[in-house]
């Protein structure tokens, strides 16, 4: 039975929905205040928070700003319901990190599809990072010290992003966008630009440029594999970008890169 936390300071309004959704099947939690807000989710780690935005005495800006600090409790998925409804309100709630925004007076019909979407979404989202963890590397006879570099991760260890590193690693071959990174993790893109910064000091954009072009460096190194297949190897769809990014990056094109690389190696060796 999923858990759905109830942030609400009108009893009335809270009530109700703790026993419309207690009725629909699922385990409820009600709560008034920020304080008591925060612990309880802290306890009971629920599946799925609803929550009001700012009423006298709760700042749900503030709640989810608070649980989205905390690796444990920033991937629960989290809905404002709210009367707050111009667009400058839903824009700053969907930027904190919410998952959704409906505005009252709205009906139990449309709450229950809300939360179906964002529990089918997050049950997703879980058996992806299963798989991840269950993929073991193939070995090969033919692998070198350098090839073996394209497959390792450039990403910290032990980051609270760990799951946005996990989703760069996995994909950075194919072209992939802040807004797909974001979905996948269960934030809103704008705030995990934010988040990303402040925890890393760069962006998502400027880890999936640095991965790939990782693994670009491998790739020219070790194999005699053209530039444009490269290009296409580490997730650039247009050529002409993978030599713009390269050359940004290493202040040559990837063939005088190689060529450079290949003499020092010979040089060094000799």
């Not at 809300?114 to 997703?124: F, G, L, P």
Request: charged letters at 25%.
């Amino acid at each position: 039975m999923k858990k759905i936390m109830v942030i609400e300071e009108l009893a009335e309004t809270r009530n109700f929905f703790v026993e419309s959704l207690k009725v629909s099947g699922f385990d409820t939690i009600g709560a008034e205040n920020d304080r008591i807000a925060i612990e309880r989710v802290q306890e009971e780690l629920p599946d799925l928070i609803i929550s009001e935005t700012i009423t006298p005495k709760l700042d749900g800006y503030s709640v989810l700003s608070t649980l989205r600090q905390n690796p444990i409790t920033a991937i629960i998925p989290f809905i404002f319901v709210t009367a707050r409804k111009t667009w400058t309100d839903i824009r700053f709630g969907m930027e904190l990190g919410a998952d959704d925004y409906l505005t009252k007076p709205c009906t139990i019909e449309e709450l229950l599809r809300a939360i179906a979407t964002r529990i089918e979404k997050q049950s997703t989202l879980k058996q992806w990072y299963a798989l991840e963890h269950q993929k073991t590397p193939e070995k090969s006879t033919h692998n070198t010290t350098a090839q073996a570099e394209v497959n390792q991760s450039i990403h910290p260890t032990g980051s609270p992003m760990r799951e946005v590193f996990k989703f760069i690693e996995a994909n950075y071959q194919q072209p992939i966008t802040l807004t797909e990174v974001a979905q996948a993790v269960g934030y809103a893109p704008a705030y995990l630009t934010d988040l990303m910064r402040r925890q890393s000091g760069k962006t998502v954009h400027q880890w999936i440029v640095e991965r790939r072009m990782t693994a670009a460096c491998s790739l020219l190194l070790e194999t005699n594999r053209s530039v444009e297949e490269i290009a296409t190897a580490v997730g650039y769809s247009y050529t002409g970008c993978f030599f713009r990014q390269f050359r940004i990056s290493f202040g040559m094109a990837p063939k005088a890169w190689r060529k450079t690389q290949v003499e020092r190696q010979s040089s060094n060796s000799g």
